[in-house]
């Protein structure tokens, strides 16, 4: 999206405090897909937003007009508005966040009077009544002036009664004169025109009399609605200040709240620390009980816990919503390991120090829309596509950063219950959604046979490899192995179609996880990924789906389902709930949280069906106790957004090693230029290295040609069926029954010999 004109627009020099009846200045309107962001000069009053090209426009054109009273307001991110009102959408872009807070308050200053004075039904004076003290002293002196004006006209119709009399009684005295008889006549005809002329002033100054005291009884009127609105105006300001202040305290108590997580994380709640949370907790009380829709396959449920102390409900909702205290521990029939309850960090600091930053992002300029509309309907894989939409890690790197939040593995690895075990993997399997939350960027296509490998052995007791196996379609093998008692594995193939307005992704593919002590085979698949606003508006991703993991060797599932973001919901925003069910389909456990920031379970002591919802499906009531954190998502480091959002971890995987093989993602050039910050000549090197590996294949299929006509035995009926990856081969899977690329070993060896003779040269 075009950010023409992004500079001196400012609203303060022309703008009055947003509290009064109108509010004038600058402010970026998205136009067209050609022109994008064009300064406009809007005008803010009686309820209605105008807007202009220019300010003398004001006197004669106006460009556009939307009535505050049934609209939606909404903000984007920091400088943005969006006002929408009966299919009307304006997207507003101030110069800076602090000239949009003052928009936005004026907006919804301006819009709670309109819906006020259109509630009003005792209210007759119409649109505009004003609210500033100003305002209220012109209208008093207004009427003043019409008093004045009415006795003035008063005065005159004595004037005209008294003369007219007399030009009445003149006229009777000439008529009674001798006259010729014609002078009579018009004599006659005087007189009536004067009498009708006394009647006529007679019937204005009665209705000037009317006018003037139905104007007295509006004044009284008047007088009371501005009084109340003034009163009106300065509580909602003395509130929204409040409310600014409650919210700023927040954010201060969340971004400190991991910091005291980390520190004191086995810490028990204490009881001063619950009782303080308990009246917030009991004030909504109204929202405890909340019905959620069915999955696929399962009905809805209500979960209500069981324990008696608390003297109150959490829903479903509240588990997943961002509360500000911290989830109670199960107070019973807990059987994990004592390690099971730390989830504040890392088990072992790193011995090498890996590097913090990288260097910023350039703030490029690009015309999106240019390069997309050639390319609707197109796979995203055939589309070339310049660094400017990319950030500077391969798909392989972002491939393993699944990992991120390896240690949930760890402990799953030391439960004892499979149950338990089973919750643990699917927080594990909703914490790779969370490093997508603002990374709207593309991730670079790997060539076919280029590797990544993150060697944590030493820090974290795992070694990962990916490699890139096939090109068309892209499909990906990973394979990691720990010596905390777990191996998992995935080949995955991205399936991608760009449709205009959004981007949908679709991960094809099983990820297998095992553990070794107890042979517990779980397998899932990932969810749908869909990045909208392509074209117009701010980039946002949403994940939507189910995913069912299944534990081979128990029969156990789990049901987690990603609700889409929906305009019109009540629900939190990216929410993910979830049952954890033995082989028989008895629920043991509930999940929820949301996938961009934590997962909660709660243990299930008591089910029952209750009765029919809105749609007639029967809902299953869950009693459980309080809820348990099992996964939270760690801070982004500082300037994350200067550093394309990078995680801790995705900081570290471009970061150069010894030793990597040379067809490493490190060590690919245009991808190492992205970073540097030269993206001309990232471009001119993406090129060449996609322009190479076509070369290749071209060559690769001729070969396969020429050996088909020499009566060899080749197959040359799939694409690249004469390419096979060097560290992954194909095994058909005893448990999924589906023929993928696993691990056929060989790397970690080669690279303790540094030799990678074998490695074909692809950069």
Not at 685 to 692: A, D, H, I, T, V
Request: proline share 4%.
């Amino acid at each position: 999206m075009s950010d023409q004109g992004k500079g001196s627009a400012s609203a303060s020099a022309a703008a009055p405090a947003p509290g009064s009846d109108t509010y004038k200045g600058w402010l970026f309107k998205w136009t067209n897909y050609l022109k994008g962001y064009q300064r406009r000069w809007f005008v803010l009053s009686n309820g209605l937003l105008s807007y202009y090209r220019t300010q003398a426009e004001m006197a004669h054109t106006c460009r556009g007009t939307i009535n505050l009273a049934t609209a939606h307001i909404d903000t984007e991110d920091a400088c943005n508005i969006v006002l929408s009102s009966g299919g009307r959408t304006y997207h507003l872009k101030a110069s800076t966040e602090v000239e949009r807070q003052r928009w936005v308050t004026a907006l919804e200053l301006a819009k709670a009077k309109a819906i006020r004075m259109m509630n009003d039904q005792s209210d007759d004076s119409g649109d505009e009544e004003p609210t500033s003290q100003s305002d209220r002293s012109e209208l008093q002196g207004t009427l003043k002036i019409l008093i004045s004006k009415l006795d003035d006209l008063s005065t005159c119709n004595d004037l005209i009664a008294k003369h007219g009399a007399a030009l009445q009684r003149s006229l009777s005295e000439l008529e009674g004169l001798k006259v010729p008889v014609e002078g009579g006549e018009k004599i006659k005809a005087v007189n009536e025109r004067a009498t009708l002329f006394r009647i006529t002033s007679n019937a204005m100054i009665n209705a000037c009399r009317d006018f003037l005291d139905l104007a007295e009884t509006h004044s009284r009127r008047w007088q009371r609605a501005l009084q109340y609105e003034r009163e009106q105006r300065t509580h909602l300001e003395e509130t929204i200040e409040q409310l600014a202040k409650q919210h700023n305290s927040l954010e201060r108590a969340w971004r400190e709240a991991p910091t005291l997580a980390s520190t004191t994380p086995s810490a028990p709640t204490t009881n001063k620390a619950r009782s303080e949370r308990l009246p917030k907790e009991e004030a909504s009380d109204d929202e405890d009980t909340e019905f959620f829709d069915a999955m696929e396959d399962s009905p809805a449920f209500i979960t209500v816990t069981a324990t008696e102390s608390t003297q109150h409900r959490r829903s479903q909702s509240n588990l997943s919503g961002a509360s500000g205290g911290q989830p109670s521990d199960w107070n019973q029939d807990n059987h994990m390991s004592p390690s099971y309850n730390d989830v504040s960090g890392k088990e072992l600091q790193p011995r090498r120090q890996r590097r913090t930053h990288v260097p910023d992002k350039p703030n490029y300029s690009l015309n999106l829309w240019s390069i997309m509309k050639n390319c609707i309907g197109k796979e995203l894989s055939k589309i070339p596509m310049p660094v400017n939409f990319n950030e500077p890690l391969s798909m392989l790197q972002r491939l393993t950063e699944d990992l991120e939040y390896h240690e949930l593995l760890d402990k799953a690895a030391r439960c004892d219950s499979s149950l338990e075990q089973m919750c643990l993997v699917a927080a594990f399997s909703v914490s790779s959604y969370s490093t997508t939350v603002h990374r709207t960027a593309k991730p670079f296509n790997p060539l076919l046979g280029e590797t990544y490998e993150l060697d944590r052995l030493e820090e974290y007791g795992y070694r990962s490899l990916c490699e890139q196996v096939s090109h068309h379609p892209p499909a990906a093998a990973h394979h990691v192995i720990s010596q905390r008692g777990w191996t998992l594995w995935q080949e995955i193939t991205i399936a991608s179609k760009f449709r205009g307005k959004y981007l949908s992704i679709m991960p094809l593919g099983a990820i297998h996880l095992q553990f070794h002590s107890s042979g517990n085979h779980y397998v899932w698949r990932k969810v749908t990924s869909t990045v909208h606003n392509i074209i117009v508006g701010k980039l946002w991703i949403d994940q939507s789906g189910d995913i069912e993991i299944v534990n081979h060797r128990t029969k156990e599932t789990c049901q987690l389902k990603f609700s889409p973001y929906s305009y019109f919901s009540r629900d939190v925003p990216r929410k993910v709930t979830g049952v954890v069910a033995d082989s028989g389909g008895h629920a043991h456990y509930i999940l929820s949280g949301t996938w961009d920031d934590k997962i909660e379970s709660a243990k299930i002591v008591q089910s029952s069906r209750g009765g029919s919802g809105s749609e007639g499906k029967q809902k299953t009531v869950y009693q459980t106790l309080s809820p348990k954190l099992l996964w939270k998502k760690y801070p982004l480091p500082e300037n994350a957004e200067n550093m394309y959002f990078f995680s801790a971890l995705a900081l570290t995987l471009n970061e150069q090693e010894d030793g990597v093989g040379r067809t490493d993602s490190r060590l690919r050039p245009d991808q190492k230029l992205m970073e540097e910050g030269r993206w001309d000549e990232a471009n001119s090197e993406k090129q060449r290295l996609e322009e190479k590996q076509r070369a290749v294949r071209r060559r690769r299929e001729a070969e396969a040609s020429d050996a088909l006509d020499e009566e060899c035995d080749y197959d040359s009926g799939k694409e690249y069926e004469g390419y096979l990856p060097l560290w992954f081969h194909q095994r058909r899977d005893s448990v999924t029954g589906e023929t993928n690329f696993v691990y056929k070993g060989g790397y970690w060896e080669a690279k303790e010999k540094q030799d990678w003779s074998m490695c074909p040269d692809i950069f």
